[in-house]
């Protein structure tokens, strides 16, 4: 077997670590949405979950200001609204209604709920060390929705340069996790 060697700028296309999300956050009474693929969980009690988000990113001001958001977790079904919300800025659109998606409030932070997915969940904040230097925040869920309607959802995972692959078969294994 030969192997040749990989760029090293591509890397990051191996180990997306995650479904791709649609971060909600709510600054100025002005809500928005920006599609994200770079979080990774950090901790299960309290559920906490790292993820970067460019300081070009007009989110970026709105996490940074109000130190909470939602991470809602769109299926397959929304890759088209997915990958549009990903290439407009909220700095000059309204992204609720240019790809026809439902805000709802969220209970516990201002910024809301995308109701089209499956799953959302209510993060503060909670560390901001690393902010500075990487764009990375630690966010703690602290509220967590599902739609018990939409069953077995198959999620999104970004490849990079615009290519996604669609979470497929389900296997179970033994596992001493359990």
Not at 54 to 74: D, H, M, Q, W, Y
Request: charged share 20%; hydrophobic share 40%; aromatic share 8%.
């Amino acid at each position: 077997m030969t192997k040749k060697t990989f760029p090293l700028s591509d890397v990051y296309r191996l180990l997306e670590p995650g479904p791709v999300v649609m971060v909600t956050t709510s600054h100025k009474d002005k809500p928005n949405i920006m599609t994200m693929s770079w979080q990774t969980m950090m901790e299960f009690v309290p559920p906490l979950v790292g993820c970067v988000i460019s300081g070009r990113n007009f989110s970026f001001e709105a996490l940074t200001k109000t130190k909470e958001c939602v991470l809602n977790i769109p299926s397959a079904e929304l890759a088209k609204q997915m990958v549009g919300v990903g290439n407009c800025s909220g700095s000059k659109v309204d992204k609720f209604k240019k790809f026809k998606l439902t805000a709802l409030p969220a209970s516990l932070v201002a910024a809301p709920l995308i109701a089209e997915c499956f799953a959302n969940l209510e993060c503060k904040v909670v560390d901001t060390r690393m902010v500075n230097k990487y764009n990375f925040f630690v966010l703690e869920v602290i509220k967590a929705w599902i739609d018990p309607a939409q069953k077995n959802p198959r999620t999104l995972h970004s490849q990079g340069k615009g290519q996604f692959m669609v979470a497929g078969e389900t296997i179970k294994l033994p596992s001493k996790m359990a």
